[in-house]
């Protein structure tokens, strides 16, 4: 999974990213301190495949990862050539989906580009930049299809659909938002690649004081929820300054400082958790004396197909699958025990994996 963390300059983004990665970026009181991408690889957090580590006294425990992607602040006019330009298209173009920071608090000590806090503003803004950048996209296919649609009736009908989303596009509707008539009409799509095609999860920014209640008396924040609510997306709450604090804890002085601030859960957790939902995905586990490992999948993804994520010759050659839900492994006490109760099944090309189950795939090549 490969996540992409925009936002205007100064609305926390790179503090964020910092926080979720510590890698280190630069973050300072200025725009365009991020010219060049930054990115990071972040361990999913699962407790589950910690107990079947230490239930298997596995050597190895490998989680599943989320890539993290700090793309350059954009501004008013970024695709005309304003500020970074178009610098920033080829970075965003990759990712899965687009983390949209968005400034909640108020700082008087921190610029904001526009001078003053709206964040509806400030998510327009961006999402326009993003539907000027496919249009520019689009015409240019336009121009190609063009040509062929007066001999050739299929490139007809994609040019046809083409003027459809420019219209679409032009009247300041997201790509995502675009109704696809067919099958035909959702594979030339897909080639598009366009940036407003990509799922969007809102981060509202707040200071400390409103982390408590998860920004319900912020009227900033509840703009962000209504606006993502329309457009069907994610939000969640963070304190950027918070998260850094916490990202320089062990993960015993982190639970206790999350007790101390009321939380449940880090904005970490609560980003993965919004991008697994969002991308519709979900982990299988794996486990043994050598390793436990997480391996992310689609929800509906049946179990040759699971298998593949491992190896593709387990896919190709695979029999069956026995499984049994990590929580019924552990409640058992062995997977021996497990078996006895009858908790382990064997299922085959048809099953399709649940969140949770620990697989042993049986295959021959």
Same mark, same amino acid.
């Given at each position: ?199 969007? $999860?809102? =981060?509202?920014? !707040?200071?400390?004081? +409103? #982390?408590? *209640?998860? &920004?319900?008396?912020? /009227? ?98 695979? $029999?069956? =699958?026995?499984? !049994?839900?990590?929580? +019924? #492994?552990? *409640?058992? &006490?062995?997977?021996? /025990? ?28």
């Amino acid at each position: 999974m490969k996540l992409g963390i925009v936002g205007l300059p100064n609305v926390g983004k790179s503090t964020l990213f910092n926080s979720l990665t510590k890698a280190g970026a630069e973050s300072a009181n200025y725009p365009f301190c991020t010219i060049d991408p930054n990115v990071g690889i972040v361990p999913v957090p699962d407790q589950r495949i910690q107990l079947l580590g230490d239930f298997y006294h596995s050597k190895k425990v490998t989680p599943a990862v989320v890539e993290f992607v700090d793309i350059a602040g954009l501004v008013k006019g970024a695709s005309k050539g304003e500020g970074l330009g178009n610098q920033f298209l080829a970075n965003i173009r990759e990712v899965d989906a687009i983390v949209h920071v968005v400034r909640c608090f108020e700082d008087e000590n921190v610029v904001h580009v526009d001078g003053n806090i709206n964040p509806l503003r400030d998510i327009e803004t961006i999402d326009l930049e993003l539907i000027f950048a496919d249009l520019e996209v689009l015409e240019r296919r336009m121009s190609k299809t063009g040509k062929s649609a007066r001999m050739d009736k299929t490139a007809a009908k994609e040019f046809a659909m083409q003027e459809r989303l420019k219209q679409h596009l032009e009247d300041g509707k997201d790509a995502i938002l675009f109704e696809l008539e067919s099958e035909d009409e959702e594979s030339w799509f897909a080639e598009y690649n366009l940036l407003t095609a990509k799922p969007v $999860i809102y =981060a509202a920014n !707040v200071s400390e004081d +409103d #982390l408590a *209640d998860d &920004g319900v008396s912020n /009227g900033n924040v509840q703009a962000v929820r209504e606006y993502a609510a329309e457009h069907g997306s994610e939000v969640f709450v963070i304190c950027a300054e918070i998260e850094a604090e916490i990202s320089e804890l062990d993960d015993d002085e982190k639970q206790e400082f999350l007790e101390d601030l009321g939380l449940a859960e880090s904005g970490l957790d609560k980003l993965i958790e919004a991008s697994y939902r969002t991308l519709g995905l979900m982990s299988f586990l794996t486990s043994g004396e050598d390793e436990t490992r997480a391996w992310t999948i689609k929800v509906g993804t049946k179990a040759p197909q699971a298998a593949g994520k491992i190896h593709t010759d387990f896919e190709r050659g695979f $029999i069956k =699958a026995e499984v !049994v839900n990590y929580q +019924d #492994l552990l *409640d058992a &006490g062995s997977y021996a /025990g497990a078996r006895e109760k009858g908790l382990v099944r064997m299922e085959g090309k048809d099953y399709v994996v649940r969140d949770g189950d620990v697989i042993l795939f049986r295959f021959n090549v």
